[in-house]
T-cell receptor, first 114, second 113 residues
Framework: QKEVEQDPGPLSVPEGAIVSLNCTYS??????FMWYRQYSRKGPELLMY????GNKEDGRFTAQVDKSSKYISLFIRDSQPSDSATYLC??????????????FGKGTKLSVIP | KAGVTQTPRYLIKTRGQQVTLSCSPI?????VSWYQQTPGQGLQFLFE???????NKGNFPGRFSGRQFSNSRSEMNVSTLELGDSALYLC????????????FGQGTRLTVV
């Protein structure tokens, strides 16, 4: 079982829809939870991060963490064609070396159809 | 503030050759980490450098190595290239720790033929 599982999709939704993207994880040591957006031929771009269970909102984006279920979600409201990209969840934990290490999901490819 | 710069953007190499990729982090950032991204495996951690010292290492063979200079710029080297090394190599920089904000470059697309 991989440490971080993410459905690769692809996911196709009409413009204006609410999008739900999810990841599950198995490592209880993960402390910080992030969502990245990656456009084609670009590097990942940090969207949001959180470290506690609950919701965090930023504009049309809401990140949700449920540590008891080891489940994180990203919701996109009023989705736009410009949201079409691959979304990667990422989590960090302290390594044996005393520094944090990021572990990524494989990413979900989202297409928002006008 | 300039972002993370990776050079070159594209590379084509032959099996058995070696390659060096370069990464200039955001000014003031001392942590540089490297990742390999492939369609099958996603983003996989190679190693992290902080203040010229390797602080963390992923599960890659010894053919993959790196270093960091006093100005925080980093290079990674892959020796004896294999077809399976074809991937997008991404560099990320952060201030002190990779706990929250890691900023990525656009990557170097390596093709091994």
């Amino acid at each position: 079982q991989k440490e971080v599982e993410q459905d690769p999709g692809p996911l196709s939704v009409p413009e204006g829809a609410i999008v739900s993207l999810n990841c599950t994880y198995s490592n209880s040591a993960f402390q910080y939870f992030m969502w990245y957006r990656q456009y084609s031929r670009k590097g990942p771009e940090l969207l949001m991060y959180t470290y506690s269970s609950g919701n965090k909102e930023d504009g049309r984006f809401t990140a949700q963490v449920d540590k008891s279920s080891k489940y994180i979600s990203l919701f996109i409201r009023d989705s736009q064609p410009s949201d079409s990209a691959t979304y990667l969840c990422a989590m960090s934990a302290l390594s044996g070396a005393g520094s944090y290490q990021l572990t990524f999901g494989k990413g979900t490819k989202l297409s928002v159809i006008p | 503030k300039a972002g993370v710069t990776q050079t070159p953007r594209y590379l084509i190499k032959t099996r058995g050759q070696q390659v060096t990729l370069s990464c200039s982090p955001i000014s003031g950032h001392r942590s540089v980490s490297w990742y390999q991204q492939t369609p099958g495996q996603g983003l996989q951690f190679l190693f992290e450098y902080f203040s010229e010292t390797q602080r963390n290492k992923g599960n890659f063979p010894g053919r993959f190595s790196g270093r960091q200079f006093s100005n925080s710029r980093s290079e990674m080297n892959v020796s004896t290239l294999e077809l399976g090394d074809s991937a997008l190599y991404l560099c990320a920089s952060s201030g002190e720790q990779l706990n929250t904000e890691a900023f990525f470059g656009q990557g170097t697309r390596l093709t091994v033929v």
